[in-house]
Nanobody
Framework: QVQLVESGGGLVQAGGSLTLSCAAS????????LGWFRQAPGKEREFVAA????????AYSESVKGRFTISRDNAQSTVSLQMNSLKPEDTAVYSC??????????????????WGKGTQVTVSS
């Protein structure tokens, strides 16, 4: 069993930056590839970014590629999402999850098992 807790959300102006963090308790995070997902009001949850267990490979949705960076610290059992050049359309609840598989063509993550409750990111125009 893995418990995931996100932090770092908040209100930021367009063009600003935020860093989200996801901390794990229970089983160590190094066992799993990890992903970030987001859900805006009235929309389906969508893939944002994912990272392999070693951190050697990553995948990003086209909408965030070049602006967001996913990273992990296995010793600390954390995964982070650095978000730069934020846009109002990035407003959503961001959640981390353990995944079974990530792909780059097309980019995505699959086989989500454990989820955090999410953290709200609001980008004002």
């Amino acid at each position: 069993q893995v418990q995931l807790v996100e932090s770092g959300g908040g209100l930021v102006q367009a063009g600003g930056s935020l860093t989200l963090s996801c901390a794990a308790s229970g089983r160590t995070l190094s066992t799993y590839p990890l992903g970030w997902f987001r859900q805006a009001p009235g929309k389906e949850r969508e893939f944002v970014a994912a990272i392999t267990r070693s951190g050697g490979n990553t995948a990003y949705s086209e909408s965030v590629k070049g602006r967001f960076t996913i990273s992990r610290d296995n010793a600390q059992s954390t995964v982070s999402l650095q978000m730069n050049s934020l846009k109002p359309e990035d407003t959503a609840v961001y959640s981390c999850a353990t995944v079974s598989l990530l792909r780059n063509d097309p980019p995505g993550a699959y086989g989500m098992n454990y989820w955090g409750k999410g953290t709200q990111v609001t980008v004002s125009s």
